[in-house]
C-alpha cells in the first residue's frame, strides 16, 4: 500500500513562506503527474498545483505566481515552495497522484495569520 507523508506545514504569518514536502513510498512515483491539494475547513479539497513526468507544472489561479511545485524522482518526494503566503492559504495541505489517486496521507496544516 502507498503511503504519503507530507510535512513542512506551521503557523506563518501574512505575506510569509513555507516549503512544504511529500514523500511517496511507492516506486512509479517518477511515472505519475502529482499534484498538491488542499482543504480548508468547512470546504471540498481542491488542487492547487500539479507536475508532470517531465517536469512541466500547472497552478490554481489563486496561488499562481506565489506557489512552486517541484520533484526529485530520485527521493520519490514532492516540494511546494509557497510564498507571499495569505489568511486564505490556510488548510490542510495533501500530495497525492492526480489521476486515480492513492490512500491520502495525513496531510500538513498551514495557518496563515493575517
Known amino acids: 500500500q502507498v503511503q504519503l507523508v507530507e510535512s513542512g506545514g506551521g503557523l506563518v504569518q501574512a505575506g510569509g513562506s513555507l516549503r512544504l514536502s511529500c514523500v511517496a513510498s511507492?516506486?512509479?512515483?517518477?511515472?505519475?503527474?502529482i499534484g498538491w491539494y488542499r482543504q480548508a475547513p468547512g470546504k471540498e479539497r481542491e488542487l492547487v498545483a500539479r507536475?508532470?513526468?517531465?517536469?512541466?507544472?500547472n497552478y490554481a489561479d489563486s496561488v499562481k505566481g506565489r506557489f512552486t511545485i517541484s520533484r526529485d524522482n530520485a527521493k520519490n518526494t514532492v516540494y511546494l515552495q509557497m510564498n507571499s503566503l495569505k489568511a486564505e492559504d490556510t488548510a490542510v495541505y495533501y500530495c497525492?497522484?492526480?489521476?486515480?489517486?492513492?490512500?491520502w496521507g495525513q496531510g500538513t496544516q498551514v495557518t496563515v495569520s493575517s
Open positions: 507536475i508532470m513526468r517531465g517536469g512541466s507544472t
Open positions: 497525492n497522484r492526480v489521476l486515480g489517486p492513492w490512500v
Open positions: 511507492v516506486s512509479t512515483f517518477s511515472a505519475n503527474v
